[in-house]
């Protein structure tokens, strides 16, 4: 059996370069869409509706039984009542619910990825690091790490994840690929301390949510396994799979 391959897509305006429809596509989008996402279905979201406009997040609102949030620019986006933030989700206010939820990266980047034909979009980031490595694992298919950046400038975060990720399960997958192999030697100087990593290395996000006040979703975010769920895209929505 031929082995699957595994690619590094650093920025949303990259992904047309890769083949897109026959691989599983990572949507990693750590500070803070694919955290938040981990953590409201870990708390027991029904599901996550992802869409590309505030608009259309308020539209949604009005026609269904949901909890609609979003962020632009890092804070809570005008029209909307919440945010983007995993501190917002609880088992006590999300359980059971639906959240449609839009932000400047990780809800555009996924629908580029259902534009291209993906063969299957899941979500990664540092809280359900592990069972995205193991659903990956298991799958023997294709891999696209795609990370959603800022506005289309890499960014360092979503490139640790993906050389956490690729760390991790390299040895099963065929890796001719530089931004791979970027992402892994990131990943381990970075690994001891991230979010001392991100300080150190000036991160544009890491100031831009730290002027915002939010050190703590920061520190959250970077944490390992803390919302170890599997948000997949089935039928328009995000659900957590059991694997």
Known sequence: MKTPTLHTCLS??????????????????????????????????????????????????????????????????????????????????????????TTTNGTKLLHMALAENAKAIITGSFPNLSIVCNYLVTQKQNVILACAAWKDRINLEDTLFAGAVISRIKEHFSINCDSSQMAETLYNDGKGDLYEFMK??????????????LEKDIRHCLTENVANILPVYEGGRLIAKKI
Do not use: W
Not at 200 to 213: E, F, I, Q, W
């Open 200 to 213: 150190v290395k000036n991160a544009s996000h890491y100031h831009r949510l730290t002027n915002y006040g």
């Open 12 to 101: 949303p305006a990259l992904l047309n370069l890769y083949d897109v429809s026959s691989s599983i596509v990572v949507i990693i989008d750590v500070l803070r869409a694919t955290s938040t996402i981990a953590e409201a279905l870990f708390n027991g979201a029904k599901s996550i509706i992802p869409v590309e406009t505030v608009a259309e997040c308020i539209k949604l609102g009005k026609q269904m039984d949901v909890i609609t949030a979003g962020e632009r620019e890092g804070q809570i986006a005008e029209g909307l009542t919440y945010g983007n933030s995993p501190f917002t989700y609880p088992k006590e206010f999300i359980n059971g619910k639906t959240l449609v939820l």
